[in-house]
């Protein structure tokens, strides 16, 4: 299967554990906001804007008490490497792996200057209960397989 295709269903299957989670999530939707905008601009002028709107479509919105960005990353392996954009702090990351654990949390900047991350079952940014993180790891490897 595609990685592309994979980031999709990962990114479905993590919408859906933060929902059971009981997070409040809008899917961010850069297309729509630039819609407009292009009804009245010549496309070429927007061109550089387009190009990165595929490095943010795999982004979440959790609504609470301050805002959450949340970007999903479907990699083989979590390497420093990884890119990420630059973040001021509000923009979670998830990395799901092909292999155990499958889910692993940090905050962008943070992984951008130590390259560490936390297991999605033992993190301090989002709180998720393990029986739901084992239940989502099973269906993620199935879907990796």
């Known amino acids: 299967m595609e990685l592309e295709i994979k980031e999709k269903l990962a990114q479905s299957l ?7 989670a009981g997070y409040d999530l809008q899917k961010v939707d850069y297309e729509g906001k630039f819609e407009s905008v292009l009804k009245n601009k010549k496309k070429i002028e927007y061109q550089s804007y387009l190009k990165d709107l595929k490095k943010y ?6 609504i ?19 890119e990420l954009p630059n973040s001021d702090g509000n923009l979670a990351v998830i990395f799901v792996t092909p292999t155990p654990p499958y889910f692993h949390i940090t905050w962008a ?11 999605l079952e033992k993190n301090s940014i ?6 739901l993180v084992k239940k989502y790891s099973k269906k993620v490897e199935n879907l990796l397989k």
């Open 126 to 131: 989002l709180k998720i209960k393990k029986s």
């Open 14 to 20: 993590l919408g859906e554990l933060l929902r059971e």
């Open 109 to 119: 900047n943070e992984f951008l200057q130590t390259g560490e991350t936390q297991t």
């Open 57 to 62: 479509s795999n982004e979440f919105l959790i």
């Open 64 to 82: 609470g008490k301050s805002p959450l960005a949340v970007q999903i990353k479907v990699v083989a392996k979590i390497t420093k490497e990884i």
